[in-house]
């Protein structure tokens, strides 16, 4: 079954540590999106890109970088610049049509 | 200004009763879409509804229904005959344009935390 495939499911990151959260897909969507979910708050975007080896800064691209080297693939890494990186991420994709939005089932993180 | 506003941080209804989660919207652009989307607390985003601007009928899935008033920038998500497995968190969200040059992002409410009780 096609779909996107986040991993790790749980996180744990030290202080000045970089980690990077996986988002694979095997759907062949061009766009791909990392959300960031605080508790009470909705999802705000962090990077998308949508072609291979281009990418744009979303609300809070702040602390974060990203890569879009294959189709199928999307990293974020989380730096130590990120001052309050504990929260839930979510990557998403978008096919052909304008409403078929798939989403990842979350990587959650905590700094420890 | 929000783009998206969720006016109802929780919610209670009863089993078998109807519910509406309410949603307003702002946006100068005439093409947009509206979503619903159900969080549960696995965290996954399941996809309930979508309405375009065009479209010229309000969206049905199954028990769920979108009250759509264009003029006043309202999508509210009707849920009828509550289920207890219907409790989650639900969040309104708007893609602006549908140009492939403006990235087709999704702005999301803050969501409301729904309860259905016995």
């Known amino acids: 079954d096609g779909g996107i495939t986040q991993s790790p499911k749980y996180l744990f990151r030290k202080e000045g540590q970089n980690v990077t959260l996986s988002c694979e897909q095997n759907l062949n969507h061009d766009a791909m999106y990392w959300y960031r979910q605080d508790p009470g708050q909705g999802l705000r975007l962090i990077y998308y890109s949508q072609i291979v080896n281009d990418f744009q800064k979303g609300d809070i691209a702040e602390g974060y970088s990203v890569s879009r080297e294959k189709k199928e693939s999307f990293p974020l890494t989380v730096t130590s610049a990120q001052k309050n990186p504990t929260a839930f991420y979510l990557c998403?994709?978008?096919?052909?049509?304008?409403?078929?939005?798939?989403f990842g089932s979350g990587t959650r993180l905590t700094v420890v | 200004a929000q783009k998206i506003t969720q006016t109802q941080p929780g919610m209670f209804v009863q089993e078998k009763e109807a519910v509406t989660l309410d949603c307003t919207y702002d946006?100068?652009?005439?093409?947009?879409?509206l979503f619903w989307y159900k969080q549960p607390s696995s965290g996954e985003m399941i996809f309930l509804i979508y309405?375009?601007?065009?479209?010229?009928q309000n969206a049905t899935e199954g028990r769920y229904s979108l009250n759509f008033q264009k003029a006043r920038k309202s999508a509210n998500l009707v849920i009828s005959a509550s289920q207890l497995g219907d409790s989650a968190m639900y969040f309104c969200?708007?893609?602006?344009?549908?140009?492939?040059?403006?990235?087709?992002?999704?702005?999301f409410g803050t969501g409301t935390q729904l309860k259905v009780e016995l």
């Open positions: 998403a994709s978008l096919g052909g049509r304008l409403h078929g939005y798939t």
């Open positions: 969200a708007m893609r602006e344009g549908g140009s492939p040059g403006g990235g087709n992002k999704l702005t």
């Open positions: 946006t100068s652009d005439p093409s947009y879409g």
């Open positions: 309405q375009g601007s065009y479209d010229q």
